[in-house]
C-alpha cells in the first residue's frame, strides 16, 4: 500500500486510477469467481458428473477462507478516495475479517449439507452452486464495506440469489409461495433503505460512512437536519428487516419452511450476520451523532423482537408438519434478538467496539450450533421428511449421536451447561446490557432465555423419550423394521465439524469471546 | 499436607464426577464387564462416587485445621480473560463440610442406587446424571469465581431436571418443568446481579470481592441494594424462601428416592451457601438493608412449613409423606434463612450448623420414605396408617426404629445434630447485628420459636401414625411377605443389609453432630468472623 500512496502522491496521473489490493478483496472473489466457473462448468458437465460442482463449490469455500490468512495482521484498506488514503470503501479491520470468516465458514457448512440434498430432491445442481456462492460473495463482501453504496450493493448481492434459493423448488407450491413473499417483503425493505441512503447523501454529500459521520454531526445547512434523521431512520428500518427483528419478521416462518434445508440453515445464519454486520456498521460507524436516537429504537427492537420469537417458538404444535424447522425458524428470531441487545448497547455507551464484540462473539456461536442443529434436522428429514418434532421421539435410541449432538446444540442455544459456550455467550450479551445500564432489557432477556429453555428443553426431552408410545400413533414404518440408512459423508462432516467446534468452544470459550473484550472497529 | 497434593485433591473432587459422567456413557471395557451392563454401570457410578467421597475426605484430612479462615487448596488460573473468568478454587472453612457432605450422599445414593435401582430407562443414563449432578454441586461449593458459581449453579438444572422425569413417580414432568424453570428463572436473574458487581468493581473474584480488594471502589450503595434484591431472588428460590418455594414440594413428591435426598441434602444448600459466601461479605450494605426482610420471611416460612406439614398429617387429608418432608424442609431452610439474616456470627454459624443437620436427618428422611414406599407401595398417609396406624415397630422394628430416630432428630431435640443449629439461629435473632431492628427480630424469634413447637407437633404425629399403631396379627411372621402388602397389620422386610449400609452413617453423623457440635463449629466460626468482619 506504502508505494501506492506515495505514487499517487507523487505523480497527478497516477492518482486518477484507484490502485487495488487484490489480496484484501480475495475473500469476496474468490467466492464469485468460483460462482462464476461453476455456472459455466455446469454447462459443460455431463448429469451424472453433477456432483462434481459441488465438490468444486466447496474448495471454492475452503480457498476463500483461507485467504483470510494473510489478512491476519489486519488494517489494510482499498479502494480509498485519491488523495484520501483514509476515507476507503473497502476495509479489511478485524470486524470484517471475523464475520467474513463467520460467513464462509457458514457457506462452507452449507454447502456440506447441500451436497445431499440436492441429490434427493433432484435440485439444478448449477444454478444451486452458483447462486449459493454468490450470496456467500456478497455476504463476504458486505462486512467489509464503507460506504452506503457498497453495503447497499452487497446487501443486494447477498439477497438476490437467496430468494432464487428459496424458491428452487420447483412444482412445490410451498416453496414457490415462499420465495414470492420473501421477494416482496425484502424488496420493499430494501427500496425504503434506498430511500434513505439517498436522503443521506443529499443531506451529507458523502457514502463514505465515515465522511457521513462527520458531516451528521455539523451540517452543512441546518435545515438538512430533518431530511438526515428521516435518512437514518429509513436505512436503519432496510437493515433491522434483513436481521428478521420484529415487527419485520414474518416472512421467516413461511420462508425456513418452504425453502430447501440448507438454504433455511443459510438464511438463519448467514441472512442474519449480513443484516447485523449492516446494521453495526451504520450505526456505529455511520451515525454515532445519533446514539440517542437509535440505542433506544434498538433495545425497544430487540425486546420486542426476542419476546415475538420465543413466544411464537413456544407455541408451536410439535405434530403440526414442518414443525421442527418451524421452531427453528422462531427460535433464530428470539436470537436475533439477544443479538441486537450488545448493538442497542454501543448506542450508550463511549467505548461501542466493545459492544459490537458481545454481538460478534454470540453471532460466531449461534452460527455454530445453529447450523449444528439444523445439519440434524437434514439427518432426521432424511428418514422423517415432514420433519415434526414427534418425528425425533426417541432419536436416542436410532442414532444416540445424532441425539446427543442435537441435545449439545439446543443446550447451547438455550444457554445451560454443558452448553457452556451458549451459556458464556449469552453472560457477555447480559454483561454488555449491564454495563449500558439497560437494565430493564436485561431484565426482558432474562425472561425470554426462561420461555427459551421451555422449548429447547422439551425438544432435547423428545430426544431421549422412548419410541414405544410414539408406535400406535404415528410412525407408519417404525425405527426397527426400517434398515438403518447409512448417513451421507458429507452430512456426517457438516454434523462432527459443528459438534466439533461446539464442543472445542465450551472448553475454551476465550476463541470467541475474545472479540467481546476487544474494539473490533 | 503438602499444599500442592491439596490442589491437586480439591481439582481430583470437582473434576472426577465430570470425567466419571462422560465414562458412564462409553461401554465398559473388558474386566470391567460385570454380570451385566446395567450392573457394571451401577457399579462405576459407586466406584466414582466412592473415590471422590475418599478424596474429599483425604482433603478434610489435610486441611489445616488450625487456620479455616484461610482460604486452602487454592488454585487459580484465568480460563476466559475476555470476561475475566479466572478457574479459582478453594475451600475454607465454610465451604469444606458441605463439600464433604455432598461427597457423603451422592456416594450413599449411588450405593443405594445399586441395589435399588429406581424404576426407569436405562442405567446408564442415571449414572451419568448422577455423577454431573455431583459435579456441579460439589464445584458450586469450590469455585471462588462469581462467573463459576452462577455455571455450577446452572450445572445441575439439566440433570436434576432428567432424574425427576424420567425416573419420577406420579406427575413426574409437571414436577420437573416446574423445578427447572422456576430455578432457572431465578438463576437469571441472579446471574444480572452477579454481572452488576462484576461490571461496578471490576472483577469476579469472591477472595478478592471479600477483602474489597477490587480493581476498583468499593461497590456504592445503590449497587449493593440492586445486586442484593437480584441474587437474593435467585438463591431464595433455589433454598427455598416463602413465597418463592412452591416448585419444591412437587419436585421432592415426584423425584425418585435418590433424587429427593440430593435435592434436599445438598442442591437447596447450594442457595443458603451462596448467601453466606456471596451476599454478606461482598454486598454488607445491601444484605444490612433486606436483612428484616429476609429474616420475616424465612419466619413466615418456618411457620408456614410447620402448618402445612399439619394439615397434611391430619387424618383423612390424604396427606403424602414425602409431601410432608418436603414442606418440612421449607420450614428447616427457614432457620438457616433466619439464622443468615441476623448477620451475626452466632447466627450465621447456626445457619452452617442448620444446613448441615438438615443434609443429615432429611437426607435420611427421604431415603427412608422411598424406602416405606418400595415396601407398601404407597407414601400416602392415609393409606399407610389406616384406621388405626402403620405399626411399622410391630412390622418391621429396626425400620420403625429409624424412622422414628429421623423424626425425632429433624424436630430438633437435644443431643441430636437438629438442635445446635436451630437454636443458634435463634441465639442470634435475639440479638441481631448492630443496626438491625431488634423489636422485629424478637418477633421472628418468638415465630421460629413457636415453629420448633409446630414442628414437634406433626412429627411426633407422625411417629404416632406411621411407627404406632394397632396389633400385629400373629399369623404373619416377620420377613416372609413379598412386598407392597395391602393393609396396615402384614409385617413388612426389615432394614436389609444396603439399606443399613446406606443410612448408618448419617444416623451416626447426626448423632455426633449432635454430641460434639464444637466439632464443626469450630471449622465454620473463624471463617464466618471473617466475612462478617469485611474480610480480615
Known sequence: MSPTILLAAGNPLASLAQSVDWVAIAPPTIAAAVALAVLVADLFVPATRKPLLGWVAIVGLVAAALSLLPLLDGGRRTFCLTGHPTVCSYVADPFALVIQFLVLAGALLTALLSVDTLKDHDLPAGEYWFLLLSSAAGAALLPASRDLATLVIALEVASLPAFALVGLRRGDRLSSEAALKFFLSSVAATAVMLLGVSFLYAATGSLHLSRVAHALTHLPDPRLATLAGAGVALSLVGFAFKTAAAPFHFWVPDTYVGAPLPIAAYLSVIGKAVGFSGLILITVEGFPSYADVWGPALAVLAALTMTVGNVAALRQDPHRAHSAVRLLAWSSVGQAGYLLVPVAAAGYVDNPGHAIGSTVAYALMYGVVNLGAFAIAALVARSRPANRITDYRGLYARRPLAALALGFFLLCLAGLPPGIIGLFAKVTVFSSAVDAGLAWLAVVMAVNVVIALYYYLQWTAVLFRGAEAAEGAVAPEGPEDAPRAAVPAALTTAIALAAVLGIVLSGAPQLVLRFASGALL | ?536
Not at chain 2, 424420567?166 to 431465578?186: D, E, M, N, P
Not at chain 2, 414425602?322 to 447466627?347: E, N
Not at chain 2, 443437620?357 to 418400595?374: E, N, Q, R, S
Not at chain 2, 424478637?442 to 421460629?448: Q, S
Open chain 2, 1 to 536: 499436607m503438602n499444599p500442592t497434593a491439596l490442589q491437586y485433591l480439591l481439582a481430583a473432587v470437582v473434576g472426577l464426577p465430570l470425567l466419571g459422567a462422560v465414562a458412564a456413557l462409553l461401554p465398559s471395557p473388558p474386566g470391567l464387564r460385570g454380570r451385566n451392563p446395567d450392573q457394571a454401570v451401577l457399579r462405576h457410578g459407586v466406584t466414582v462416587t466412592g473415590v471422590v467421597l475418599a478424596a474429599a475426605l483425604a482433603l478434610a484430612v489435610g486441611f489445616d485445621r488450625g487456620h479455616p479462615a484461610r482460604m486452602q487448596a487454592t488454585t487459580d488460573l484465568s480460563w476466559i480473560p475476555a470476561l475475566r473468568i479466572h478457574l479459582h478454587l478453594g475451600v475454607d472453612g465454610i465451604s469444606l463440610p458441605l463439600l464433604v457432605l455432598t461427597a457423603l450422599l451422592t456416594f450413599l445414593c449411588a450405593l443405594y442406587s445399586y441395589f435399588a435401582m429406581p424404576t426407569g430407562p436405562s442405567p446408564k443414563a442415571f449414572v451419568a446424571l448422577l455423577l454431573t449432578l455431583e459435579a456441579g454441586t460439589l464445584a458450586t461449593f469450590a469455585v471462588l469465581d462469581l462467573m463459576l458459581f452462577f455455571l455450577a449453579f446452572e450445572m445441575v438444572l439439566i440433570p436434576m431436571y432428567f432424574l425427576i422425569a424420567r425416573w419420577g413417580g406420579a406427575g413426574k414432568q409437571a414436577a420437573a418443568w416446574k423445578f427447572i424453570l422456576y430455578t432457572l428463572l431465578g438463576s437469571v436473574v441472579m446471574l444480572l446481579g452477579l454481572l452488576l458487581i462484576g461490571v461496578k468493581s471490576g472483577t469476579f473474584d469472591m477472595v478478592a470481592l471479600a477483602t474489597d480488594n477490587g480493581p476498583k471502589a468499593q461497590l456504592s450503595h445503590t449497587v449493593q441494594l440492586l445486586a442484593v434484591l437480584a441474587i437474593g431472588i435467585g438463591l431464595a428460590v433455589k433454598s427455598p424462601m416463602w413465597p418463592l418455594h412452591s416448585w419444591l414440594p412437587d419436585a421432592h413428591t415426584a423425584a425418585p428416592t435418590v433424587g429427593s435426598v440430593l435435592l434436599a441434602g445438598v442442591l437447596l444448600k447450594m442457595g443458603t451457601y451462596g448467601f453466606v459466601r456471596i451476599a454478606l461479605p461482598i454486598t454488607p450494605e445491601g444484605m444490612h438493608t433486606f436483612a428484616p426482610y429476609l429474616a420475616a420471611f424465612a419466619a413466615i416460612g418456618i411457620i408456614y412449613g410447620s402448618l402445612a406439614c399439619l394439615a397434611l398429617v391430619r387424618k383423612g387429608a390424604a396427606g403424602d409423606l414425602k409431601r410432608l418432608i418436603a414442606y418440612s424442609s421449607v420450614g428447616h431452610m427457614g432457620f438457616v434463612l433466619l439464622g443468615i439474616a441476623t448477620m451475626t456470627p452466632t447466627g450465621v454459624n447456626g445457619a452452617l450448623f442448620a444446613n448441615i443437620a438438615h443434609g443429615l436427618i432429611t437426607g435420611l428422611l427421604f431415603f427412608m420414605v422411598g424406602a416405606l414406599k418400595d415396601r407398601t407401595g404407597s407414601t400416602d398417609l392415609d393409606a399407610l396408617a389406616g384406621t388405626t396406624g402403620a405399626a411399622l415397630y410391630g412390622r418391621a422394628p429396626r425400620f420403625g426404629g429409624l424412622l422414628a430416630f429421623g423424626a425425632v432428630a429433624s424436630l430438633g431435640i437435644p443431643g441430636l445434630a437438629g438442635f445446635w443449629g436451630e437454636m443458634l439461629a435463634m441465639f442470634g435473632a435475639f440479638r441481631p447485628a448492630a443496626g438491625l431492628s431488634r423489636p422485629a427480630f424478637l418477633t421472628f424469634m418468638v415465630l421460629a420459636g413457636l415453629g420448633t413447637l409446630l414442628t414437634a407437633g406433626y412429627l411426633l404425629l407422625v411417629v404416632r401414625r406411621v411407627c404406632m399403631g394397632g396389633h400385629l396379627t400373629a399369623e404373619a411372621a416377620p420377613g416372609e411377605e413379598p412386598l407392597a402388602v395391602e393393609g396396615p397389620a402384614v409385617a413388612l422386610p426389615d432394614l436389609a443389609r444396603h439399606e443399613y449400609a446406606a443410612w448408618s452413617p448419617l444416623a451416626a453423623l447426626t448423632v455426633l453432630a449432635g454430641l460434639w457440635p464444637a466439632a464443626l463449629l469450630g471449622l465454620t466460626n473463624p471463617a464466618v468472623q471473617q466475612l462478617l468482619g469485611g474480610g480480615n
